[in-house]
Every structure is written in C-alpha cells, then in structure tokens.
T-cell receptor, first 113, second 112 residues
C-alpha cells in the first residue's frame, strides 16, 4: 500500500532559526496536505497542494510540492515558540480510496527560547 | 459551527469491558474517518464512511472493533472486549469532497 515517509522525526531549533521537514511518497499523489498538531491537541489542517511544482506561503510557512508530485516540504522561517508541535504530511489514496489520507509519522519540532 | 465533537474526552476502563466512542461530524461534511494515534504507529486510519456508508474498514484491527454511522450527524466506534493494547488516542475527522480534514479533540482511551 501507499507509504508516506517524513524526515526528520525530531528537530530541535533555537528560536529564530529556520526549520524544514520533508515528505516522500512511494506513489504519485493527486495532492498533498499538511497538518499541525500541538502537544496534547489534535491535528489541524494547514494547507493542500495540488499542482506539480506548486509553492504556497502562509506568513512564515512555505509549502512546496515536487515536480513529480511524490515529495513535498514545509519550511518555517525564523521559528517562534508558537511553532512548537508535530507537523504531518498526508496523501490520498487512489480510486475508491481517494478521499482517505495516509499520514506520515510527523516531524516533532521543539523551539528553544 | 462547533467543529467535530467527540465524547468522551477521556475513558479509563478495565480489560474486557465494552467501550463506545462517539462522534458528531461537521454538518454538510459527507466523509467521516476514525483514526487511532499511538507513539509507535502514528496516525492509523481505522475506517472511512462516505455518505454514512462504510467504504473502507481494512484498518480495523480485528473483530473486537466495530463502527457505525446511523445518520449524517452521528458515528460510533465500539471496542468489545477492550484490551490494554487498545490504549491510544482515537480521533474522528470529517471532510467534504476530498478537502482538508477537520479533526475532533480526540478520546484518550486507557485500558487497564
């Protein structure tokens, strides 16, 4: 079945440093979604990327979808303590399973003030 | 909209007991998903409903797990009998036409 791999598993950064997490799929994706889960919370939808090579920005967050639509990245510029949490990428299945998402294991971000 | 509502927030039960988790999706969302989250296995899809019909239950661990969606505004996930290895956070999520998921706050289940 489809697999979505994320690296790194953990990242500790000093406040103000940049952060990047990478996502790779074993299959070509129709789209990719990113979620953030704060400690003790639930995953919250951040964004969906659909087009090959697409780049989207949300304030200090930059999301990219690879040209082959098999990989994606999330980059945070100048991290803040409010960025703490686990970031997940997720890709849909195909056919009848196209609405169900397979989540990566996530990258847990710690920000040292 | 109040978002996806799950109950209870926490459940502690003894091994062998029946556990029922409840979910109210966002009105108008036609897809509902039950996920289980553990440190070891991450977020695992258990079952997916579309327009109240179970589409894929291949993630349900075994016959002890069952899920129903009797109408568009309510779903249950039942574990009978429960075992310690079922301890996890169970999330319900809903979405519309392949869009982003809205997750509930989850039920933290502890089976002792």
């Amino acid at each position: 079945g489809q697999q979505v791999m994320q690296i790194p598993q953990y990242q500790h950064v000093q406040e103000g440093e940049d952060f990047t997490t990478y996502c790779n799929s074993s299959t070509t994706l129709s789209n990719i979604q990113w979620y953030k889960q704060r400690p003790g919370g639930h995953p919250v939808f951040l964004i969906q990327l659909v087009k090959s090579g697409e780049v989207k920005k949300q304030k200090r967050l930059t999301f990219q979808f690879g040209e082959a639509k098999k990989n994606s990245s999330l980059h945070i510029t100048a991290t803040q303590t409010t960025d703490v949490g686990t970031y997940f990428c997720a890709g849909p299945g195909s056919g009848a399973g196209s609405y169900q998402l397979t989540f990566g294991k996530g990258t847990k971000l710690s920000v040292i003030p | 909209d109040a978002g996806v509502i799950q109950s209870p927030r926490h459940e502690v039960t003894e091994m062998g007991q029946e556990v029922t988790l409840r979910c109210k999706p966002i009105s108008g969302h036609n897809s509902l998903f039950w996920y289980r989250q553990t440190m070891m296995r991450g977020l695992e899809l258990l079952i997916y409903f579309n327009n109240n019909v179970p589409i894929d239950d291949s993630g349900m661990p075994e016959d002890r797990f069952s899920a129903k969606m009797p109408n568009a505004s309510f779903s249950t996930l039942k574990i009978q009998p429960s075992e310690p290895r079922d301890s996890a956070v169970y999330f319900c999520a809903s979405s519309s036409l392949g869009g982003g998921y809205t997750f509930g706050s989850g039920t933290r289940l502890t089976v002792v």
